[in-house]
């Protein structure tokens, strides 16, 4: 599926749509596209693409690129896939009862999900917020643990 979106793999291209997205939630998925679960999720992302295209763009980050490794340590990317929300070069946080608000971490059940999260941050971006609630039922937000090394 990442055939579908634009698939990252400078940090200058990286850099350049983060700052060049204005006024619109920007949505980085930090995977591989060999991974199962990340092909899942690029399933849903590609199939949502259009109806969020108004408020959202969609891009993807190819995590074993060597070049991209600043944002991969830098956000903490662990666990793939990983997504990240912006808003005119803000980092957008989204609290959804993990214990980490800076990413989505895992697949979205249903292109549904998708759609509502990115309009909830959106939503929120447009009123100033920097964090914002998750609209899911708790029942739809994937569940991990995170580990914690050398603590």
Partial sequence: ??????????????????????????????????DS???LLDDVLSKSAREVSKFATIALVDIDSEDVQVYVNY???TLIPSTIFFFNAHHMKMDSGTADHTKW????????DFIDVVEAIFRGAMKGKLIVNCPLPPER???YQLLYKDV
């Fill in 37 to 39: 679960v990340c092909l």
């Fill in 105 to 112: 971490v895992g697949a979205f059940h249903q292109k549904q």
């Fill in 1 to 34: 599926m990442s055939y579908l979106l634009n698939t990252l793999t400078k940090k200058r291209e990286v850099d350049s749509i983060i700052k060049d997205t204005i006024d619109k939630v920007l949505v980085l998925r930090f995977g591989r596209a060999s």
């Fill in 75 to 77: 956000f903490d990317i």
């Fill in 141 to 143: 937000i994937p569940k």
